[in-house]
């Protein structure tokens, strides 16, 4: 039985609702720069039925990581894996998430002009109308720090339950955006899988 998310019955669509204690309604703070302060307790990062940000950490880029998660690809089971055409080009990460999410075709050569702006309120607009579901995106290590916020921010305000797959080591400004946030992190293939349980989500493989 999945849980009602607090955002579906509450004020109308075009309100902005917080969506942790700390009366957050975006993912600002995650930016303020490495060693600035000290991050707010954990209890006041958690957003209400949100599982939390996980992140699987592959330093050595094992393409062991890579084949296990691709065996996870189940969407009868509301699990999807999205291994980007190309992890350096945002546009094209809104794009293959928007298709995996059940969008159509991805939109033509030229289509943005501003770094994937439009791609990402594409797949944003797409991922506030489905329904609870468990998407792992590979190659997150080629992605930088602006567009891992925009992941972290679709996670904690839509029902799409991100796993982020870094096939590398976390960099410090990395490992400090996630002190800002709900995460849970693994290093090995076995407790990938496990990340794959999402009670909160009434799903597990």
């Not at 958690?46 to 296990?68: E, I, L, M």
């Not at 501003?114 to 109308?129: D, I």
Request: charged share 20%; glycine share 6%.
């Amino acid at each position: 039985m999945l849980i009602p998310d607090s955002r579906d019955t509450a004020a109308p669509a075009d309100a902005v609702n917080p969506i942790n204690a700390l009366g957050e309604t975006s993912v600002d703070l995650l930016v303020c720069g490495p060693g600035l302060h000290e991050p707010p307790s954990w209890d006041l990062l958690r957003t209400p039925w949100r599982p939390p940000v996980r992140v699987v950490v592959d330093s050595r880029d094992d393409v062991g990581f890579t084949r296990a998660a691709l065996q996870l690809h189940n969407p009868a089971a509301g699990h999807l894996v999205v291994h980007p055409a190309d992890a350096h080009r945002e546009r094209q990460v809104w794009d293959d998430l928007s298709q995996a999410l059940g969008e159509g075709p991805p939109l033509p050569e030229g289509s943005s002009l501003v770094h994937g702006k439009r791609e990402h309120q594409a797949a944003y607009a797409v991922a506030r109308t489905r329904a609870a579901r468990t998407v792992t995106l590979l190659r997150t290590h080629l992605m930088h720090m602006g567009m891992w916020a925009d992941l972290v921010h679709l996670h904690r305000t839509t029902r799409v339950a991100l796993i982020l797959i870094h096939h590398a080591d976390l960099p410090e400004d990395l490992r400090h955006l996630l002190q800002h946030c709900d995460h849970q992190v693994t290093d090995t293939i076995e407790g990938m899988r496990m990340l794959h349980c999402v009670p909160q989500l009434g799903a597990c493989p």
